[in-house]
């Protein structure tokens, strides 16, 4: 797919690239970049999540997740007491994940070139969500087979201070706050960076209400 196939923003600002912040060698920050579309995605999320409902997965240390996940596309990624993996069925209802909305893979796919990754093709899409006080404790990402790929984010609803750190788990970290409509890429020298978010604050969306959903697109195999 060309960029010109789906330049987000070509009806609206022809002069004006949405502004691009580097947070790493190969990680990128696109302020608002979905905001032009971010309506037509949310039915799309709400069908998903119907089909396929949040759950707080429980860790192998059998810890339960503060954050409700679930994922569309052809894997998803669980976890349970036996351990991470990538599965091409919901555990839940024992059926594939919800198709991956071809707008999503448009979006995440022109996100990626914009952060100097061509031809992304997401073969998965987790769905995080926060409510006030969920967080997610520093991690590495190391459950996909090939690192080459980035992984795209996507920001909705309350905003999230998201915690990028280094190669160890005691490195320090950069603070990003990440609102509505943001967009993160990160690939390459900083793939395997650790990361985090901080505990989210109370608040109220307009559009989401008191919570926040973060979509992640990765090539899991
Ligand atoms: C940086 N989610 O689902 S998205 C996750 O906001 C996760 O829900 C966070 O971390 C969230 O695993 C952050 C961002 C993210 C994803 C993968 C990364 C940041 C990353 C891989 C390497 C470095
Ligand atoms: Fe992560």
């Known amino acids: 797919m060309s ?18 912040e580097q947070i790493g060698e190969q990680s990128w920050v696109l302020r608002g970049f979905a905001l032009p579309v971010v309506d037509h995605l949310l039915p ?19 810890f339960s997740m503060s954050v409700g996940t679930s994922s ?24 594939p994940w919800p198709p991956m909305p071809k707008s ?3 979006l995440a796919h022109s996100a990626a070139e914009r952060g100097g990754f061509s031809d992304f093709n997401a073969d998965s899409c ?12 520093l991690h590495q990402d190391k459950d996909e087979k090939d690192y080459a790929a980035p992984i795209v ?3 909705l609803g309350l905003p999230a201070m998201f915690l990028f750190g280094g190669f160890s788990r005691s ?9 509505h409509g943001d967009m993160v890429v990160w690939g390459g020298v900083d793939r395997l960076r650790y990361h985090g978010v901080l505990p989210i604050r109370h608040g109220q969306h307009p559009r989401l209400g008191e919570q926040r959903i973060n979509l992640t697109f990765r090539v899991a195999r």
């Open 3 to 20: 960029s010109r196939t789906f330049d987000l923003f070509a009806d609206h600002e022809p002069e004006q690239q949405p502004r691009a």
């Open 44 to 62: 799309a999320l709400d069908a998903i999540l119907v089909a396929a409902p949040l759950r707080h997965m429980v860790t192998p240390g059998g």
């Open 72 to 95: 569309c596309g052809a894997w998803g990624w669980i976890t349970d007491r036996s351990g991470y993996r990538y599965s091409p069925v919901d555990p839940l209802s024992g059926l």
């Open 104 to 106: 999503f893979a448009m």
């Open 126 to 137: 987790l769905i995080n969500r926060y409510i006030p006080g969920a967080k997610m404790s």
């Open 153 to 155: 984010s996507l920001s």
């Open 171 to 179: 490195d320090k970290t950069q603070r990003i706050p990440l609102l």
